[in-house]
């Protein structure tokens, strides 16, 4: 939330608003007006929190004269006011108040004393990367930007360099390079897959500049100083539905405006032992990631490829045998079945930071908030526990995944800035199992009260497959604490680099337990050419292992799944996910509480005062 530094004066005159004779008055953060005469059909007080004006301009007739030039022109006495206002339930628009003085010097001194006010909120940016995916969703990008989104940064004088996307990762590759001393801002006009390429860079980036090693064990990410915003021209939009409410451009734009912001958690996705990528909605495995392995063949089909392939995935009713280990949140007050949302100024994700944590997301090279027991916890063997079975599902939600088809989401109680994620494990059983928890979803009905799904809150989860034993011979597979075999694309598909380009060659990588090694893990790579079997050697030991042909790995894939994280293929089947408090800092007010979404005028919770009432 933007504040004021300015201190408190008062300062009145007489003017005309919206055409009504009226005494106005500027104190703090309001701007209040109060009709001279009354009328008997309507009253025409009113007053505007400053907090979500966008723009104080020179206007004629209540059109602005020139959004370049916002000093008031000699001789003349008006300007207009614009101000953010709700339309609709979570849905905001840009409303002009217009004053008209008697006098042209009165005019100037009030321009000059509201854009004053304006200057003095601390988090507004001034210049912001915008990033523009072409093909994202609909193809709608490009025509939303230009007709919604360009209009109010200009209004706002809000200085905006714009990159349209050539291809795949693009956005990824130009963060590794640009200059970022000047940007206050990154926004990216897409859906959901944009929002996490723009994440991905620009966390990636923060590392690098901070010296921070992703290769090392349990790295701890330090926060990048600058924010991300985005305006929803996605199929799902999940990231801006579950901070806003609502998928509306205008509204989003609004908010980066005014520098509405909330801190958010971020997952770190690693196998063996080396970084993948980052994640900030959900990871799945079993039934969401060959859902969307099914869907990708199908990408002509725009959204409706996700029914089709969830439809075949359906049918064929797959389980996949696991071992999970996780390690639950201390937070006994904090659970998945305590039916408290995730709103604006959560007391759930402010849990624990005093005042000054709660704004170091501004604070270049601040690390992720963490404390010393939870850093201790994660060490400690004893902490953690074991889940083993046939499960047709592993989903980690670090939010509730809500969307416009599914305002419920996956784990509706989920949190954005906790320090947590959900553990939603499926039990394999019948369709009918199946179906009714896809009802459940559907239906904005949580399906975490259904007798074959078992939930936890955690900070970590560690996922290994369990080959059969007819396929243990092929592959010798560890510990379940450990590494396992690895059925995957080039790591170079999955694995965040700054190039950004990949390999889509399928190898199988073998770990075996050498003795003789200090981790007791020897890991040995190559490729496997379709049709013939090839021979692995450990470097460590003598032993000789024969990786699977072509054939075997088809039959492999039958008992291993693979990731859907965050909308992205990982063909790791064996996964590391763990959870960075309130990493980032998006450019978003937060749902209001429902007892304040239906009050006008209430901008992110923070306004406390009625709205204009004006024509």
Known sequence: MTECSSPREVFTARARVNGRDCDICHEGNWFTWKQISRSRTRNSDGNVDLINTVAVLPSRRGVSVDTNNRTCPPQHNEISLYYARRKAKH??????????????????????????ALSDFRGRP??????????GG???????????????????????????????????EALQEMELSDVDGLICVGGDGMFHEVLNGLLLRAQRDAGVNIDRARFLPVRPRISIGIIPAGS?????????????????????????????????IESSGSLLRFASLACSYGFLGDTLEHSETMRWMGPRRYDIAGTRCFLKNRGYQCK???LPSSDGDNHPLDNTLCVSNCSVCSRG???????????????ALATNEEV?????????????????????????????????????????GDGCLDLLVVRHGSRMNTLRQMLRVARQVTPLTLPFVDVHRCKEIQVRPILPKELEGMIKVPAADSTVMQLSRSSSDNRISANGRSSHSLHVTSTVVDSTSTTGLTETTRESSPGE???????????VITAPSQAATEVLREHVSIWNVDGEIVSQPSLDVRVHRQLITLYCSGIPPPDESRRVGCFGGANSRSSPDHD
């Open 91 to 116: 849905c905001r628009t840009i409303q002009p108040i217009v004053v008209e003085f008697s006098a042209p010097e009165e005019c100037q001194q009030w321009c000059l004393r509201l854009q004053s």
């Open 126 to 135: 001034c210049s912001v990367h915008v990033f523009v995916n072409p093909v």
């Open 138 to 172: 609909r193809k709608r990008a490009p025509a939303i930007y230009q007709n919604c989104v360009a209009p109010l940064f200009a209004l706002a004088d809000l200085k905006a360099t714009v990159t349209v996307t050539e291809r795949a990762n693009h956005a990824l």
């Open 236 to 268: 799902t939009d999940a990231v801006v539905f579950g901070t806003t409410g609502t998928v509306d451009a205008t509204t989003s734009a609004i908010q980066v405006i005014l520098g509405e912001s909330q801190s958010m958690d971020v997952a770190s």
């Open 324 to 326: 999970i280990r996780y």
């Open 353 to 367: 930071i005093d005042e000054d944590g709660a704004n170091r997301e501004f604070e270049k090279g601040a690390s």
């Open 376 to 416: 201790a916890d994660a060490t400690d063997s004893s902490k953690w526990r074991t889940l083993e079975g046939h499960f047709s599902s592993v989903m980690a939600c670090l939010s509730a995944c809500a969307t416009p088809r599914s305002k419920a989401g996956l784990s509706p109680s989920a949190h954005f």
């Open 533 to 543: 079997g090839s021979k692995l050697q450990s470097a460590n030991t003598e032993e």
